[in-house]
């Protein structure tokens, strides 16, 4: 398996097609050995109904149903445990993330680099309030820790199975995945974009 996709879920019913669509687009540009992994975090809409009627459709679409809401870090460790790829994508399921850019981040991870981390060069669609506890959270954040964590990044990124594999054994039981990938060390780099506005629905952290 070339590549695993992570696509934590929570309420996503009108963004699932589109983002099938455009994942499956770009991923099969670069290979056809691939799965997408949907992890359908509690939501209370139809998302678990798209998604259980595209893995019948399409032998890449797999996916693991939580019991109830366990939040975004807890969906998208477990996506990790179960991908198979060499290379694994984690990617938010409104599209802020574009999938367009995997194409750029896995060659550049077959350049040589463990991790490709995408880079905000713009943040459309968050309020004031939202950059502005971010960035005091961030600026909290590198004074308390000896670690560099990247500011204006999300978790999309592409991370290789040397990766997956030592988180797999972190100990952490409030993950903070960015964080921990940083922690690891090995050749990490990254690419910019311009981040977009949800494409339907609301975020899943209100105030
Ligand atoms: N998400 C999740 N569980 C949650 C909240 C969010 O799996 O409890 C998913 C959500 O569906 C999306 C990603 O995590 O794919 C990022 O969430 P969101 O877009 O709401 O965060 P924001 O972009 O507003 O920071
Ligand atoms: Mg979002």
């Given at each position: 398996?070339?590549?695993?996709?992570?696509?934590?879920?929570?309420?996503?019913?009108?963004?699932?097609?589109?983002?099938?669509?455009?994942?499956?687009?770009?991923?099969?540009?670069?290979?056809?050995?691939?799965?997408?992994?949907?992890?359908?975090?509690?939501?209370?809409?139809?998302?678990?109904?798209?998604?259980?009627?595209l893995s019948q459709r399409h032998n890449q679409v797999k996916y693991i149903d939580f019991s109830r809401n366990f939040g975004h870090q807890i969906a998208v460790t477990a996506g990790l445990d179960y991908s198979i790829g060499k290379a694994v994508v984690i990617i938010d399921a409104d599209l802020q993330d574009p999938p367009e850019l995997i194409i750029d981040m896995y060659s550049k991870l077959n350049e040589g680099y463990d991790v490709v981390y995408a880079k905000r060069k713009s943040r459309k669609g968050e309020s004031i309030f939202k950059r502005t506890t971010a960035k005091v959270f961030y600026r909290i954040l590198s004074k308390i820790t000896s670690v560099d964590i990247p500011v204006d990044?999300?978790?999309?990124?592409?991370?290789?199975?040397?990766?997956?594999?030592?988180?797999?054994?972190?100990?952490?039981?409030?993950?903070?995945?960015?964080?921990?990938?940083?922690?690891?060390?090995?050749?990490?780099?990254?690419?910019?974009?311009?981040?977009?506005?949800?494409?339907?629905?609301e975020t899943g952290y209100p105030f």
């Amino acid at each position: 398996m070339d590549i695993s996709v992570i696509i934590p879920v929570y309420n996503e019913e009108d963004n699932i097609q589109l983002l099938f669509d455009r994942l499956t687009k770009v991923i099969s540009s670069i290979t056809n050995s691939y799965e997408l992994i949907f992890v359908n975090d509690g939501s209370k809409d139809r998302s678990l109904t798209l998604v259980d009627e595209l893995s019948q459709r399409h032998n890449q679409v797999k996916y693991i149903d939580f019991s109830r809401n366990f939040g975004h870090q807890i969906a998208v460790t477990a996506g990790l445990d179960y991908s198979i790829g060499k290379a694994v994508v984690i990617i938010d399921a409104d599209l802020q993330d574009p999938p367009e850019l995997i194409i750029d981040m896995y060659s550049k991870l077959n350049e040589g680099y463990d991790v490709v981390y995408a880079k905000r060069k713009s943040r459309k669609g968050e309020s004031i309030f939202k950059r502005t506890t971010a960035k005091v959270f961030y600026r909290i954040l590198s004074k308390i820790t000896s670690v560099d964590i990247p500011v204006d990044t999300g978790d999309f990124r592409i991370i290789s199975r040397n990766i997956v594999d030592l988180l797999k054994q972190m100990p952490e039981q409030n993950k903070y995945l960015r964080g921990q990938i940083s922690w690891l060390g090995f050749n990490q780099t990254y690419l910019e974009y311009e981040r977009q506005e949800r494409n339907a629905g609301e975020t899943g952290y209100p105030f």
